[in-house]
């Protein structure tokens, strides 16, 4: 079966530091991946999604970015925080291909407080 | 551009009750897809139920039902004999064809199952 994590559960950082949000998926290959941000109180917003290795679309102008090293893997960054990036990070995966209108799967989210 | 709205920002249902959640949405697309997700205090994201757009019958998952009205861009969720497990924050989501299973999320409206 397929199984999607992402790490760290939870961070605090300062402003200014860099960021590193990571997210792997399990028995599948070739998946679709994103990265969703969920503001306090608020529905998700998709940031960045991903149809094959080194190929990134983004959604929204921001200070984050994502990268696909690796087939299964899918990481969430930036170079220097903003107070406004704080927020509930959700990766999740679904079949790679262009139209399925499959079950898009969720990871457990990242809970992200930029101080 | 799609968007999805839920009006409702809070339900209250007691156990064994039945409650109705609205969605409405906005496209000129005449195929997609359109879900529900819940999303417990545990913040994990887990389909509820999903429903193909070019189908004329209401998907149901239990105790989970749709009532999808395309003429009328509506998905409403209906929760039968409400259980305190299904306290949730409950998001609609569309998915329009060929789009590399982006999703497009409403606010959610939160239900709480009292005893």
Redesign the interface.
């Known amino acids: 079966s397929q199984t999607i994590h992402q790490w760290p559960a939870t961070l605090v950082q300062p402003v200014g530091s860099p960021l590193s949000l990571e997210c792997t998926v399990e028995g599948t290959s070739n998946p679709n991946l994103y990265w969703y941000r969920q503001a306090a109180g608020r529905g998700l917003q998709l940031l960045f999604y991903s149809v094959g290795i080194g190929q990134i679309s983004s959604e929204v102008p921001q200070n984050l970015s994502a990268s696909r090293p690796q087939d299964r893997q899918f990481i969430l960054s930036s170079k220097k925080l903003l107070l406004s990036d704080s927020g509930f990070y959700l990766c999740a995966w679904g079949q790679g291909v262009l139209d399925s209108g499959n079950t898009i799967y969720f990871g457990e989210g990242s809970w992200l407080t930029v101080v | 551009a799609q968007t999805?709205t839920q009006s409702q920002p809070e339900m209250s249902v007691q156990e064994a009750e039945t409650v109705t959640l609205s969605c409405t949405y906005d496209t000129s697309e005449s195929n997609y897809?359109l879900?529900w997700?819940k999303q417990p205090p545990?913040?994990?994201?887990?389909?509820v139920i999903?429903q193909?757009a070019y189908k004329q019958q209401n998907a149901t998952e239990n105790r989970f039902s749709v009532n999808f009205q395309k003429a009328a861009k509506s998905f409403s969720l209906k929760i039968s004999d409400s259980q305190l497990g299904d306290t949730a924050m409950y998001?609609c989501a569309f998915?329009k064809?060929?789009?590399?299973?982006?999703?497009?999320?409403?606010?959610?409206t939160q239900v709480v199952v009292t005893p």
Do not use: C, D, N, P
């Not at chain 2, 545990?42 to 389909?47: A, D, E, F, G, K």
């Not at chain 2, 064809?97 to 959610?108: E, I, N, P, T």
């Open positions: 999805v897809y879900f997700y545990s913040r994990q994201m887990i389909l999903r193909e998001f998915m064809q060929a789009s590399w299973g982006k999703l497009q999320f409403g606010a959610g």
